[in-house]
């Protein structure tokens, strides 16, 4: 069958023949998994639409969209002004059928470098029509004479179908396709093309455009080969997706790349962790911004109206699933995990999203909760705070039902989770109070002092908090070790009789999350990992949880001496068992006593040899992080999650937990002079101007300590520095004094110095050695 023939006219709809379902079966197994495609009479499938149902698309009626405007076309400047005539009819496609959490997800655990691919036809690729080195001296003589026909000549043979792009990229045309790591593609040659295409004459871009149209139509209609999943390798990392003028084509691309079949997503995530940090980057910002103007256009009129193609952006958002779980599978990733964060998701209804994931699930409804990896942690804290609100609402409404049906005059204390602690007694007094009320966990919390006057409007919670955290995590107290190599506490592995305190410290963290509250402490990051495994209370009580897989990466963070150690074991080059001499038996001091305990049943009589070291290193690290604290850290586990017991931590990770504990570690002290707020001062007063020139100066360790010594904590909120409330007070006294600050409401007490000089000495003086609430 000839080319022309398989392309359908613009009056076809890009549709699968339905006419020889015989044939296409035995040539196609895995097209069956694909989403049904309907006539262009029938009505879309329910999906994953964000607006009215429509009709599917004929793919091929934009494909004439350039040549009838080719001569006006010609005329402009940018590809920007390529015009697409039928946009505004261009019909809904059939939905893609994602189940995130399910069977769609792309798996790190099931991603292998064993994996095979499905068994596909075997290509025949045409000639290879230049090398790279042909490419840039045409490139090169284009300096000199101006003529470009060579160069495109090259651009519209490689970008007219899928096997000519095979043919000219492909590093050896008679490799075989039998691996997931490399695939075989010569990046350089393909990201010089791609450089050298974005200052090529208009015309030449445009046939680069006409020809990926082709290439989408003939894939689409013919049977798939195995080296497709390169052409679309290939594509995607094309830069004139960059420009809005392209999103049509574009989003087909996507929506093609999206309903793959799963062991096509392997390898395309497999390749794009080979990928440079550079195109990676471009790749993640160039879906963002796609998403981005899709929902918030700065031209309405460029795109087709979103009940039209709603596919757009669940198609995009599958495709930077794919780049996420490959930036996942690096042991350093490519990008931080931020730079997946779309901020323009934080202008939408949040809770909308997050009410439809909750009631949907992965259906066919589309929910950006569904990809929690694009929310900022920004937004993250909106819905958790608001889920939160709705609970607290919701069991406070339940309380008031409870006491007008019996008859009783209500309470407004109901209302609250009312502590009334004494300060001699915190720890016992907190326990008991928390005991007594566990059902009123998920109110707003209030906290007395017994014997002192006083409403607490905030202050007395953080007070309350910051005292009882200094006291249980204090070394005597024998609950948790500091660890001072890595300035980190970690679970004490002390067996004891009752671990109702560990229990209490896990309410703590959840309370301060359920009220905003931002704790001053310091768990390593595998705390949190541990934290949320799983993020949901399982249903059966003897289903273990707190345990996650642990390496020696996250021993590090807590025993970086220990790791190192473990380190060494392994990359040893001579004899383990002699230079060793150490068994599958490790020590542990408990109260004065040496115990032993075995890490493999006999583990006392097992060497630890060349070749079961890696075993012994496993079993070591998942003692000390895993079974060691088992009990210790599940009541931990379950304090935590009575309070924040809610599917919103589902879409938290573990940093991000952190950062809603304890706040995050980056600073702007500028940030935090626009927000401050005066008493006694302005912001134009010569002491003001002082403090700013001496703080704004001050190196980051000295701006830690100044937070440190008047929040409690060196850490900024999710929110910002604008979150800190934080204000600055006259001091009527001496200026011989120093500073003074109440952390309890984050205000700092400063005298009215009257140099500079002097400020900076008694600031420095006074942020270095209080005390505070520092846990060590």
């Not at 066919?364 to 990809?371: A, K, T, W």
């Not at 609950?479 to 410290?505: A, G, I, P, Q």
């Amino acid at each position: 069958m000839s080319e022309a023939g398989r392309v359908p006219s613009p009056a076809t709809p890009l549709v699968v023949a339905a006419a020889a379902p015989e044939e296409r079966k035995g040539k196609e197994p895995e097209r069956e998994k694909l989403p049904p495609i309907v006539s262009a009479g029938a009505g879309a499938t329910a999906g994953l639409d964000r607006g009215a149902k429509g009709q599917i698309s004929t793919f091929s009626s934009f494909i004439s969209a350039i040549s009838p405007k080719k001569e006006a076309a010609e005329n402009r400047s940018s590809p920007a002004h390529l015009v697409f005539p039928n946009i505004k009819n261009v019909r809904d496609q059939p939905p893609i059928c994602l189940d995130v959490r399910q069977k769609q997800r792309v798996s790190m655990d099931a991603s292998s470098s064993e994996m095979k691919a499905p068994v596909l036809p075997e290509p025949i690729l045409p000639i290879q029509p230049k090398t790279m080195k042909d490419f840039q001296e045409d490139v090169e003589k284009v300096k000199s004479s101006g003529d470009w026909k060579a160069v495109h000549d090259f651009y519209l043979t490689t970008f007219d179908s899928f096997p000519e792009l095979n043919a000219a990229f492909k590093k050896d045309a008679t490799a075989s396709f039998n691996t997931i790591e490399d695939s075989g593609i010569n990046a350089k040659f393909v990201n010089a093309v791609y450089d050298t295409l974005l200052n090529t004459p208009q015309d030449i871009q445009k046939t680069v455009l006409k020809g990926i149209i082709n290439s989408l139509l003939r894939e689409w209609k013919g049977p798939r080969t195995k080296d497709d999943l390169r052409a679309y390798f290939i594509l995607l990392q094309n830069p004139q997706f960059n420009n809005t003028s392209t999103y049509v084509i574009y989003a087909h691309l996507l929506r093609q790349i999206a309903t793959l079949v799963e062991a096509d997503h392997h390898f395309l995530v497999h390749w794009f962790k080979k990928l440079s940090q550079k195109r990676f980057k471009q790749l993640v910002e160039r879906l963002l911004q796609f998403i981005s103007l899709r929902l918030f256009p700065a031209k309405p009129e460029e795109f087709p109206p979103i009940t039209k193609c709603s596919w757009w952006i669940p198609s995009a958002a599958k495709v930077l699933a794919l780049l996420n779980t490959a930036n996942n599978l690096v042991h350093l990733p490519l990008i931080p995990y931020t730079d997946f964060y779309n901020s323009t998701l934080d202008h939408i209804d949040l809770m909308e999203e997050y009410h439809t994931w909750q009631n949907f699930g992965n259906s066919h409804r589309f929910s950006f909760c569904q990809y929690p990896f694009v929310i900022s942690i920004a937004a993250k804290k909106i819905i958790i705070q608001r889920d939160s609100e709705q609970q607290m609402i919701n069991i406070a409404r339940q309380s008031l039902v409870d006491k007008v049906s019996r008859r009783q005059r209500p309470d407004m204390n109901m209302l609250f989770l009312n502590m009334k602690v004494r300060r001699t007694h915190l720890v016992s007094d907190s326990l008991d109070e928390l005991t007594r009320k566990r059902a009123d966990l998920k109110k707003k919390l209030k906290v007395t002092f017994v014997g002192e006057a006083g409403l607490d409007m905030g202050g007395l919670t953080k007070e309350w908090f910051l005292l009882l955290i200094r006291q249980i995590f204090h070394p005597d107290y024998g609950m948790f070790t500091y660890h001072k190599d890595s300035h980190c506490h970690w679970f004490s592995s002390f067996k004891c009789d009752n671990y109702s305190e560990f229990r209490l410290v896990g309410i703590l963290m959840g309370l301060a999350v359920y009220n905003s509250i931002t704790l001053d402490i310091r768990f390593p990051p595998c705390c949190y990992k541990k934290l949320l495994s799983p993020p949901i209370i399982p249903s059966d009580q003897n289903i273990p949880v707190g345990i996650c897989s642990v390496t020696v990466d996250d021993l590090c963070q807590i025993m970086p001496e220990l790791a190192h150690g473990l380190s060494e074991l392994l990359s040893h080059e001579g004899n383990v068992e002699e230079d060793f001499y150490s068994t599958f038996q490790v020590f542990q001091e408990e109260f004065g006593i040496i115990k032993s305990y075995n890490l493999k049943p006999g583990g006392d009589k097992i060497s630890v040899t060349n070749q079961n070291r890696k075993e012994y290193v496993q079993l070591y690290t998942d003692f000390l992080l895993n079974k060691s604290i088992y009990k210790q850290f599940a009541a931990f586990y379950y304090g935590f999650h009575s309070v924040c017991a809610s599917n919103a931590l589902m879409l938290l990770r573990p940093e991000e937990v952190e950062i809603l504990v304890c706040g995050s570690p980056d600073l702007d002290m500028h940030a935090l002079q626009r927000s401050t707020q005066y008493d006694g001062y302005a912001k134009t007063d010569l002491t003001i101007k002082y403090f700013w020139d001496v703080v704004l100066g001050f190196p980051l360790d000295l701006q830690k300590k100044l937070l440190h010594f008047t929040t409690g904590s060196d850490r900024v909120p999710v929110g910002g520095m604008a979150d800190l409330n934080f204000k600055i007070s006259k001091n009527e006294t001496s200026t011989n004094w120093l500073p003074v600050a109440h952390t309890c409401f984050n205000q700092l007490c400063l005298p009215p110095y009257k140099s500079k000089k002097d400020l900076k000495q008694k600031l420095i003086i006074g942020i270095s050695n209080s005390e505070g609430f520092g846990l060590e």
